[in-house]
């Protein structure tokens, strides 16, 4: 895996905050954008292990780095004067959230009914629930996120690039500096955080593909190769993220949710075993994912 990829560009474009509190991009920049997306379209096409698939998730990575890059450049939603609603306090921000994600799968509901309200990716809507995302904002708050624009990224944002925030929270704190039961709270979501972010990764990176029919044989061992992980105390964090993930992998393959979800799905169950098996892992359930979070 590599240690620092360097971050999407649309991620370091510069925006000016106009005098209604919104971001903006100028727009020779718009146009610098435009080419590098058809630069890259260029190299890809040369290279015979890539596919239009491959250049999607790519812009998708784009768009959640400039999603950041426009929340972070954004005046508190207090000082917008249009549409804005009226800040939340600690409680208020977490209950804003209580709307059921994985409800839509179970309901049938297709991918365009997922970005009602939320627009939300297929891998958003296979991982994210109330509990994800109360782990993140009690992270986030106990962390430092002290912008309200932050906070509500954390709550209401891309799931990607909440578990992104979060992580990046949790990994510049000083676990010694907190109380026992809150160092292993923050452990536990910066675990998660990394599960959920390269877990939708594996996601975009097999989402058009047709499942394999073996998915309980896959599920079976990925459960007992985490579960070895859990012999060492260190690796609990990761241990019980990664059984959240499976759990809701499960959850789809076994028929509550839509077809559209399954090929991801199985993405997502061939990265946990290739993270938790470093020997018996079966070739074909191999699938590496690269990562800027350690």
């Given at each position: ?6 971050t999407?560009?649309?991620g370091?474009i510069?925006?000016v905050?106009?005098?209604d509190?919104h971001?903006y ?6 146009v ?5 997306i ?5 190299n890809?096409?040369d290279?015979p292990?890539?596919d239009l698939?491959?250049a ?10 400039l999603?950041v890059n426009?929340?972070?450049?954004t005046?508190?939603?207090r000082?917008?004067q ?11 921000i ?5 709307r059921a ?5 179970n ?5 365009n ?5 939320m627009?939300l990716?297929?891998?958003d809507?296979?991982l ?6 109360d782990?993140f ?9 002290g912008?309200q624009q932050?906070l509500?990224w954390?709550v209401d944002?891309p ?7 979060v992580h ?6 000083d676990?010694e500096?907190?109380v026992?039961d809150d160092?292993?709270r ?9 599960v959920?972010f390269?877990s ?5 990176r097999?989402?058009?593909t047709?499942?394999a029919?073996?998915w309980?044989d ?10 070895k992980?859990?012999?060492l105390p260190?690796n ?6 990664a059984?959240?993930a499976?759990?809701?992998?499960e959850q789809?393959?076994?028929?509550e949710?839509?077809?559209p ?8 169950m061939?990265?946990i075993?290739t993270?938790?098996?470093?020997h018996?892992?079966p070739r ?8 800027e979070l350690d």
């Amino acid at each position: 895996m590599s240690d620092s990829p360097e971050t999407p560009a649309s991620g370091r474009i510069p925006l000016v905050q106009g005098s209604d509190g919104h971001a903006y991009i100028s727009a020779d920049r718009v146009v610098n954008l435009l080419r590098a997306i058809a630069s890259a379209h260029r190299n890809l096409a040369d290279d015979p292990d890539c596919d239009l698939h491959t250049a999607a998730a790519a812009i998708d990575q784009e768009a959640d780095a400039l999603s950041v890059n426009v929340m972070l450049n954004t005046a508190p939603t207090r000082e917008i004067q249009a549409g804005a609603r009226p800040p939340v306090g600690r409680r208020g921000i977490a209950a804003q959230r209580r709307r059921a994600t994985w409800s839509t799968l179970n309901s049938g509901a297709g991918p365009n009914d997922w970005s009602k309200g939320m627009k939300l990716s297929p891998s958003d809507a296979l991982l994210d629930s109330p509990s994800v995302r109360d782990q993140f904002t009690w992270a986030g708050e106990i962390l430092g996120a002290g912008e309200q624009q932050m906070l509500t990224w954390i709550v209401d944002g891309p799931l990607a690039e909440a578990a992104k925030l979060v992580h990046g929270l949790a990994a510049a704190a000083d676990l010694e500096s907190y109380v026992a039961d809150d160092a292993r709270r923050i452990a536990n979501a910066r675990a998660l955080a990394k599960v959920v972010f390269t877990s939708g990764r594996a996601f975009a990176r097999t989402e058009a593909t047709a499942p394999a029919t073996d998915w309980r044989d896959l599920l079976q061992f990925a459960r007992e190769e985490v579960a070895k992980r859990g012999i060492l105390p260190a690796n609990q964090p990761w241990v019980e993220a990664a059984g959240y993930a499976l759990d809701r992998c499960e959850q789809v393959m076994a028929g509550e949710g839509p077809e559209p979800t399954r090929g991801g799905t199985y993405g997502v169950m061939r990265h946990i075993a290739t993270v938790a098996s470093a020997h018996r892992l079966p070739r074909e359930w191999k699938l590496d994912i690269e990562t800027e979070l350690d």
